[in-house]
């Protein structure tokens, strides 16, 4: 089975110059999408990507990153909506690259797919109650 996840890697400075994401392509075989990335020498680095591969070549790849001391989290963990701000306004449904809003034509509610969320910041700036929130 064949899976796509998108993880945010947390890379402990000590980590930052090591080739960490060539092992995941050489060893276990995952192809790799940098989504998002800010890594300096001697500072901590994060790294936003998609995974792809088999389902049991992914566990293994997650484990070895553990092991070596990276903090992983889902994507969805990091871009969140507060439901108390948004107004439903849909300024982030027209603005946003990946499609992650999506106008619902019977309620005019804005939904927010988060498995389709790329975090590059753009809904933030975007949203005019600045409902949406970036946690990295």
Known sequence: MTVSKRVVLHFPRRLVEHPIVCR???????????????ITPDDEGLM???????????D????YLIKRGLRIQSLSQNVTRNEERC???GACVVICPAGAFQLDPVTRRV?????????????????P???????F
């Open 60 to 63: 293994q790849g997650i484990k």
């Open 129 to 135: 109650p600045r409902a949406m929130e970036l946690h």
């Open 111 to 127: 939904d927010f797919r988060d498995d389709r969320c790329l975090a590059c910041g753009i809904c933030l700036s975007a949203c």
């Open 24 to 38: 995941l392509v050489r060893e276990y075989h995952l192809d790799f999408n940098i989504l998002k990335a800010s």
């Open 48 to 58: 936003v990507l998609e995974l792809k591969g088999k389902q049991a070549d992914y």
């Open 87 to 89: 107004t439903h306004c």
